[in-house]
């Protein structure tokens, strides 16, 4: 079994679909940039996993980015997947006394949105829902009943040092909740928390399906990358205007500009400025004006 890996599955003949997500690495990668407290560390991995079973429902090429914003003591989650498989994430507090793990209570006045941004900009949708149940999976059902009409459970797992998914949805087209659903919904339900984290994906779904036919796919691998560049953070800097920057540059010595996702540190003295707008100057007078 990869170790970050997304694992869609179909009931061929109840129009229920399916997908087990496990990250290890990526989760690790994520934690590794910044020093979370506990309950953050597993309410980012709880994200990671949801948006992964997310975007494997969806058909498109692009980016998904599940954001999550509010005025509590948790301002913002932002956990990005792209039709490679590719995943970041943060999330930024600004109090450490977090004990209450209700989302409603972490995020304040908070809501959830749901971003699609295919690469073909047309079809870019975006859902948002107010976070009225008190998990993230919760959150993410409700999103899917009022935004898809989608009757949808999610079960989200974190321990130490791995995140585990678990999805089950009715197929489009079905608006009622059919008896088979309840039914594999009530089957789902026995599932413990280490078992979706232990048992490999064909032990799992026998463990809980035996009596029915299900036609499981390939696993498909899941990685952490950052999308940060020296472009983009030029564009922000060209954004800034020469003043900005010269006055930046003049105070400092030479403008740090660290990446949140990565920690990667983009760094540039009077000369990269000079060439900067030098360069850069020809289409950004609209951007520059106030
Ligand atoms: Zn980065």
Redesign the pocket.
Known sequence: MASDSIRRFLFEKLGIRGEIVRLKHSYKTVLERHSYPPELAQLLGQAMAAVSLLGATIKYQGKLTLQVQGSGPVNLLIVEYDSQRQIRGIINWKEDSLLDMEIGKLFGDGHMAITVNPHDKASQYQGIVELVEPSLAGCIEHYFKQSEQLATCLWLVVDANCVAGFMLQQMPGTTEESDDWQRVKLLAETLSDDELLTLDDEALLHRLFHDDDILLFESEAIRFH?S?SRERIERMLLGLGKDEVDSIIQEQGNIDVA?E??N?NYSFDSVDAMQLFTDGDVGLHSDTRH
């Open positions: 950052c940060c990446c996702y990565c990667k």
